[in-house]
């Protein structure tokens, strides 16, 4: 179980302080798959990182199976079983997938048949792109679905996946829903999504949706998203201001 | 051979005892051990230090060890080895040269090394150069390879230097000839005040020559690195250079690629880039469960592979 209290991250811009993440309080039960949607720069990220350890909150505490986390930095928390997918992951001159891999899962020599499940359910073919160096030769999009490979691989309890969905297309999306309805079903890992995308939203036992860095809303997918679906006018105050006029 | 040279030869060529086919070993600065096979023929050269390889035309699948170690403080040499490679070969020749130097004085070994590739060849090298010792005598090795490449043969050329080498001054000539080509990757890691400077000139002589010359390099410390790989294209061909640098501590590296059209048919390229690993690299590896030295050493030794 994962839980926040409490938590709140701010940034001094000159004088000013901005308050990134607001007084976030939160339970994740096991198992759950939980989507966190909201506007651009609503906080989205910066909650995603701050449970990664990525993000240093200024106040609060984060548990996760009981262990108070709050100060552990990101390896250590990797190890207690929490993974994060890049919203926009890096690439590796001389790594090649199969390295990736190998780091994420834990073994030292991994099987191609192993590396073959993993790849297939991002829609990749091991045979092309399993000694294929992640560097600048792979588009955004493929690095993008080896990022998740390795976080498959990882078999983390925690899978914290950023916006998974951004630059891939549209075959590879719909085997990536599958995959993500696969480990619901099976409930052995929990999952945080962020994400925009009505399929991954659906396939939501919770929504979070979270703006101005706060969570705004949060309940089951039957309650939050047909209010999301009802307040997505947004944008500028002016224009608001001259509509209402 | 004592452990010191086993594990020299180790390093340098992979060796675990005699290797098999044609050999030749030199420990400090004397012969220590030659096989020929009926197609590698390996002599000693009469006018001047070094040895003469010759293969046979249609040689397929032979490997040649021509390693040299020194294990004594003080030594410096300048060694000639010439190969004479006939055509139709299949062949991979590994070179490779280790100092110990438990002493005070410096200890060189200066190697030049000039191939002869015939019609329809293909050869691949391997130079590994290697340091080791607590003496505070320096380690010295300044290398020169020289490559005349013939009518649609083919070399891949893999030089490797990680740690131990105080300085070293490389210099590698390729002449490319019509349809052949060059490859040449060069791998290197400096530490502590080393300084390392590597020229090459890659001459694409031949109507449908073709070289790629790839440099990665990491600089740690305060050591120094300076690459001046030059491509010069005289015939309808095609060239390729890319040098590659992670700078770490408080070292410098220069990196001058440079490329000469004097064909109108030539197409040269070059790209070079310095940089400290990103951050984002290191996170990303810590967030697979490493610590941000072993994410550092994971990026380094898979950039220098």
């Known amino acids: 179980m994962l839980k926040l209290e409490h938590v709140s991250y701010q940034v001094s811009e000159g004088e000013q302080t901005l308050s990134i993440l607001n007084d976030i309080n939160l339970v994740v039960e096991d198992g759950q798959l939980i989507v966190i949607t909201g506007p ?51 690439r590796f001159k001389g790594l090649r997938v199969r390295d990736l891999l190998e780091l994420a ?16 359910r991002v829609g990749l073919c091991a045979d092309d792109y399993v000694d294929r160096e992640v560097d600048a030769s792979l588009s955004g999009g493929e690095v993008k679905r080896i990022e998740i490979a390795t976080i498959l691989a990882r078999q983390s309890g925690l899978m914290i996946f950023d916006e998974p969905e951004a630059g891939i297309d549209l075959w590879s999306f719909s085997r990536l ?39 705004q809303q949060h309940g ?26 | ?19 098999e086919g044609a050999y030749n070993i030199r420990k400090d600065s004397t012969l220590a051990a030659r096989a020929n096979t009926e197609n590698i023929k390996i002599e000693t050269k009469q006018d001047k230090s070094g040895i003469d390889v010759y293969i046979r035309p249609g040689t397929k699948y032979e490997v040649v060890h021509i390693p040299v170690i020194i294990t004594q403080s003080g030594i410096e040499e300048l060694v000639y080895n010439d190969f004479f490679i006939g055509e139709d070969c299949d062949v991979a020749i590994i070179a490779g040269c280790g100092i110990h130097n438990d002493g005070h004085n410096r200890s060189q070994h200066d190697g030049v090394h000039t191939f002869h590739v015939g019609k329809n060849s293909r050869v691949r090298y391997s130079e590994k150069h290697y340091g080791q010792g607590d003496g505070d005598g320096e380690k010295i090795m300044n290398p020169q390879t020289i490559l005349y490449l013939d009518e649609g043969s083919s070399v891949q050329l893999d030089t490797v230097q990680i740690r131990g080498v105080d300085s070293t001054k490389r210099y590698t ?22 300084t390392a400077v590597s020229e090459m000139d890659v001459l694409l002589d031949g109507e449908g020559a073709s070289s790629r010359i790839i440099s990665r390099s990491v600089a740690q410390d305060q050591s120094e690195q300076t690459f001046y790989p030059r491509m010069i294209g005289n015939a309808p061909s095609f ?23 004097n064909h109108t048919e030539a197409q040269l390229v070059h790209e070079a880039a310095i940089g400290r690993i990103a951050g984002d690299q290191i996170t990303k590896l810590m967030t697979l469960g490493l610590t941000s030295e072993e994410a550092e050493e994971r990026i380094l030794s898979g950039f220098l592979k």
């Open chain 1, 40 to 90: 651009n720069g609503g906080g989205k990220t910066t909650l995603a990182k701050v449970i990664m350890g990525l993000v240093t909150p200024t106040s609060g505490s984060i548990t996760y199976n009981g262990t108070d986390i709050t100060n552990l930095g990101i390896t250590e928390r990797a190890k207690l079983g929490i993974s994060y997918g890049f919203q926009q992951p890096p």
């Open chain 2, 239 to 261: 060239g390729h250079v890319q040098c590659d640098s992670i700078l770490m501590g408080s070292a410098r590296i220069r990196s001058i690629p440079a490329i000469t059209a």
């Open chain 1, 177 to 215: 829903i599958d995959t993500f309805q696969s480990i619901r079903q099976q409930r052995n890992n929990t999952l945080l999504i962020i994400s925009h995308q009505e399929r991954i939203i659906s396939l939501a036992d919770e929504i979070l949706l979270v703006a101005d860095g706060q969570i």
């Open chain 2, 1 to 19: 051979m004592n452990h010191i040279d086993e594990v020299l030869l180790e390093q340098i060529a992979n060796m675990h005892g005699t290797p």
């Open chain 2, 173 to 194: 000539k390729v002449v490319v000839g019509k349809n052949a080509e060059a490859i040449l990757t060069e791998r290197l890691l400096t530490h502590g005040a080393q």
């Open chain 1, 220 to 245: 089951s997918k039957d309650d939050v998203f047909p209010f999301i679906l009802s307040n997505t006018v947004t944008g500028c105050r002016f224009m608001n201001e001259r509509a209402d006029a």
């Open chain 1, 105 to 120: 899962s834990g073994e030292d020599k991994l099987s191609r048949e192993k590396c073959c499940l993993y790849l297939t």
